[in-house]
């Protein structure tokens, strides 16, 4: 098709960024009338071309709007670039003042230096939907702020409304792929829109939307879904975002089937001899089924829940901010009514004995089924002090409900609302007390305590004990038996899973459909109230809340429910949903997860995991106050076979361990045994306290081999491996260069003795390095050790920052592009947004930099506090510090593989 413009001449002065740069430029514009949108283009060719640099994002709104977004929707930028050809493409210069002289060292530094070729932008683009057919005025703007206002006349609908969609489509879905691409938080508001345009405008959705059914693996698929690893939900809310009727308008499968048998698994370990292992009193109230994690005493409680909250309710915070706030120790503990206050921690400790959470999974987002376990010291006290606060809130708050009921036969005290904002039971048998959000678990609390048939009864966790035993005291106790891993697979806990997803998909998608609609509505004067008209004019999908168990979607005020789960992040613990009947889909979906379980994962290992603390009066030789974290984890009993060929790497455990020169900031060695190293061999590496490369430096091999070059480090192996003396042509050996030393093929250097070869592309390193280095006897066995030095203060530090900061940046930058899109693309008001994103994801955003979400009304666009400008800095701010460089000051670790056991071994210093 031939771009026929509208030519608009206009007088620009561009300021404060390079396509701000002197001269009038013409800008090109065309708008073409269709139903339901209209499609327009802006392009403004720059005076001054962008070289190296990509400058922020365009927008337009409709300068004439009065409200909303106007006739303005779904716009899109990007960046008209064209290459520029390298020295050995330019035209040959005339002699003379050196011209010819520099082009050849230009020509020299190209070949010994390659690169990717560079683009210049030229033009900044700007494509979006219009309705209606008069005239338009178009404001531009970018970060900095406004660029220009624009009239466009608008054409009728002709032949060439067509391909200029097409366009439109193609360079939409690519900014929305980019977008999901960076972000960090599910991308449920992009995939809506895609689908919901794709379906109103008739457009094919792209392949990467609808090839998420790929599967590779469905033991790690299904791992990845237990886990809650975002991409793991992401083909749930994709596969309900584009509906599922079948041709004829009916609900494509119906739940008639029975449901499917679990995998077929082997039988339990079972060891007699076990049985008078001592065991705590409080694992003989737990139910077999369900995680333990035993604090001991209240004041271990308190300390892991103040640190906690120190990193907003999310322990993944200490590493890195994530871009949605899970604050899920706040959401339990209110779902509880177990908020600590400042009276509790004080009496708590003259009331309690022993303290535990219990529950079947931890699917904390998606209604997980847990609870607190109490051995009461003072079991009037603890029932009046639990009791008193049951009722002030249920005094205090109209919405919230405290009654009795009856479960196995026992009166049970139960503080509840609708929506299941607070589920909480409450059950007492003789000094223990169980508070929990679910029903089954008063009802096998109950049956424990009769039939005696705990979890301290079962083999596993006995030989659990035995291996760690109480004497230990450990401040956190996690153990996660056979059976509630299993639990985690069975059907009607897999395919409640799935289909709460699909219910959280329906509830996130039913507020978007509704913003959309509304902000069309101020321009088409039609309103959409209900479910219905937003179906049938395609802002929700055909059969939308059709689903297989009978529950629905409802509207109810300003807020969205599941009517069988309740509201998004306080839906029914799955343990208390009753699965009967299942789809041909679901029953066909689960076959496959069971007989893959039955064929590589007959069994589930148990994990056992100790966590000790101590104060260290300053860590690293320091000032500085702290702790140290001594974590002792073990998988027993192991069958090391299903796990792969990775396990057969690994020599036997060995209690010899590599010493290493004490300017080395990281080691890490490893015992291990194949066909190519021979017998038993310690391989073993270290780096220098330096600056390393950059990630982007090792892009191609030229400069992989380069930046390998720079950094100092070695690697070694004891004894020597033999390896390198078997390649062809002695080319192991290299040449000589001094006592024990050779080079070799690529300027590596190797160091063998008859005991040690080490290599590095540093001859200095290993000269400095060979004095301290040695093999030692340790009184702990391991395959693998590994340790860290203190980064505080390091000249590594710089570049540890420096990733971390690119990743938040990326992060916060996403966030703000999401509060921009919810903004521009659902017309929802700014002063209400962040709001509206939280009722979408069902958890707040947060800013991964740390800052504030506050938004421009001068460039319309959303930034963060914590970039200090409108766009976040390329470089690390003077004064950012990452979470982990707040308080990580060194650590050692280990890893040993036994016959029956895999054991791990971590001890970390940490500032306080």
Not at 691 to 715: A, C, K, M
Request: net charge negative.
């Amino acid at each position: 098709m031939r771009f026929s413009t509208l030519l608009i001449c206009v007088s620009c002065i561009l300021a404060a960024s390079a396509e701000r740069s002197a001269m009038a430029v013409d800008v090109l514009a065309r708008a073409i009338a269709g139903q339901p949108y209209g499609v327009a283009t802006i392009e403004i060719p720059l005076a001054i071309p962008i070289v190296g640099q990509t400058p922020p994002p365009i927008q337009v709104t409709d300068a004439a709007a009065t409200t909303g977004s106007g006739r303005v929707f779904y716009s899109f930028s990007e960046d008209v670039k064209v290459s520029v050809p390298p020295p050995s493409e330019t035209p040959v210069p005339r002699p003379g003042n050196g011209r010819l002289l520099g082009r050849l060292g230009n020509l020299i530094r190209e070949i010994a230096n390659p690169e990717a070729d560079q683009e210049q932008t030229v033009a900044r683009r700007v494509t979006f939907l219009f309705v209606g057919s008069d005239p338009l005025t178009i404001r531009v703007s970018d970060a900095v702020g406004e660029i220009g206002t624009y009239p466009i006349a608008v054409e009728p609908n002709s032949a060439a409304m067509n391909p200029r969609m097409d366009q439109w489509w193609q360079g939409y879905v690519a900014a929305a792929k980019s977008q999901i691409d960076a972000a960090d938080y599910p991308t449920w508001i992009e995939d809506y829109l895609i689908a919901m345009l794709s379906r109103r405008i008739g457009m094919p959705l792209p392949s990467w939307f609808t090839d998420t059914q790929r599967k590779d693996d469905e033991v790690l698929d299904t791992l990845k879904l237990i886990a809650g690893v975002p991409g793991a939900s992401e083909a749930i809310f994709r596969r309900s975002a584009v509906g599922s009727l079948d041709p004829s308008g009916r609900p494509a499968d119906d739940a008639s089937l029975p449901l499917p048998p679990p995998p077929r698994w082997a039988p339990m370990f079972d060891d007699p001899s076990l049985v008078g292992v001592p065991v705590e009193p409080m694992a003989t109230r737990v139910p077999p089924e369900c995680f333990y994690i035993r604090y001991g005493s209240f004041e271990n409680y308190a300390w892991f829940a103040d640190l906690s909250t120190q990193y907003g309710g999310d322990i993944s915070s200490m590493v890195m901010l994530r871009g949605i706030e899970m604050d899920t120790t706040e959401r339990i503990q209110n779902q509880l009514n177990l908020e600590m206050t400042e009276l509790s921690r004080m009496l708590a400790p003259n009331v309690i004995e022993d303290q535990a959470v219990i529950g079947r999974d931890l699917f904390l987002s998606e209604g997980t089924s847990l609870g607190v376990l109490f051995k009461a010291k003072n079991g009037f006290l603890l029932n009046t002090s639990l009791g008193g606060d049951r009722s002030k809130l249920a005094r205090d708050d109209d919405e919230v409900s405290l009654k009795d009921v009856t479960v196995g036969g026992q009166t049970v005290s139960l503080l509840s609302t609708a929506d299941n904002r607070v589920r909480s039971f409450m059950v007492r048998d003789g000094d223990y007390f169980l508070i929990t959000n679910s029903r089954k678990l008063v009802e096998r609390f109950l049956e424990v305590g009769v039939s005696g048939q705990s979890l301290a009864a079962t083999p596993a966790f006995q030989l659990a004990r035995q291996l760690m035993p109480t004497e230990r005291n450990d401040s956190l106790f996690v153990y996660f038996s056979p059976e509630m891993l299993r639990g985690l697979v069975s059907p009607s806990y897999l395919i409640e899973l799935r289909r709460r997803l699909a219910a959280s998909a329906d509830i996130a998608m039913l507020h978007m459909a509704r913003a959309a609609a509304e902000q069309e509505s101020l321009v088409t004067g039609r309103s959409m109230i209900g479910v219905d008209p937003l179906i049938v004019d395609g802002f929700l999908p055909a059969g939308f809340g059709v689903r297989p168990d009978g529950s629905g979607t409802v509207i109810v005020g300003d807020h969205v429910m599941d009517t069988q789960r309740g509201s998004r992040g306080h839906f029914l613990p799955i343990a208390d949903v009753t699965v009967d009947l299942v789809t041909a889909d679901e029953a066909a979906w689960y076959g496959d997860i069971a007989r893959q379980y039955e064929t590589k994962f007959p069994t589930i290992d148990p994990i056992m995991v100790g966590i000790q603390r101590e104060p260290i009066g300053g860590v690293n030789g320091g000032g500085e106050p702290g702790e140290r974290i001594t974590i002792h984890a073990e998988v027993a009993p192991l069958v090391p076979e299903k796990y792969g060929k990775w396990a057969g790497y690994l020599g036997p455990p060995t209690r010899v361990s590599m010493k290493f020169a004490p300017d080395d900031i990281v080691a890490v060695q490893a015992h291990v045994a194949s066909d190519q190293l021979g017998p038993p061999t310690h391989l073993f590496a270290a780096i220098k306290d330096t600056v390393p490369p950059q990630p982007e430096d090792f892009d191609g091999l030229l400069n992989t081999f380069r930046s390998l070059r720079g950094i100092p480090g070695y690697l070694g192996a004891w004894p020597q491996p033999g390896m390198l003396d078997r390649l062809p042509l002695g080319i192991g050996r290299g040449q000589p260069v001094g006592p024990g030393m050779n080079r070799l093929i690529g300027g590596l250097y190797r160091y063998a003795d008859g005991q040690f070869s080490v290599l590095s592309f540093q001859p200095a390193v290993l000269e400095s390095t060979l004095p301290f280095l040695g093999a030692v006897d340790v009184d702990d066995p391991a395959q693998v050790r590994a340790s860290v030095g203190n980064l505080r203060g390091s000249q590594i530090e710089g570049w540890v920052n420096g990733q971390l900061y690119d990743h938040a940046r990326e992060g916060s930058v996403a966030g703000a592009s999401l509060l921009s899109l919810v903004t521009r693309q659902l017309g929802v008001a700014p002063e209400i947004a962040e709001q509206q994103i939280e009722k979408i994801l069902g958890v707040p955003l947060q800013c991964t930099l740390g800052g504030q979400y506050e938004y421009s009304p001068a460039s319309q666009r959303w930034f963060s506090t914590a970039w200090r400008g409108p766009v976040a800095p390329m470089i690390v701010p003077p004064d950012y510090v990452p979470p982990p460089m707040t308080w990580f000051r060194g650590a050692q670790a280990t890893v040993t593989q036994y016959a029956d056991r895999l054991v791990a071994d971590a001890v970390i210093d940490v500032a306080r």
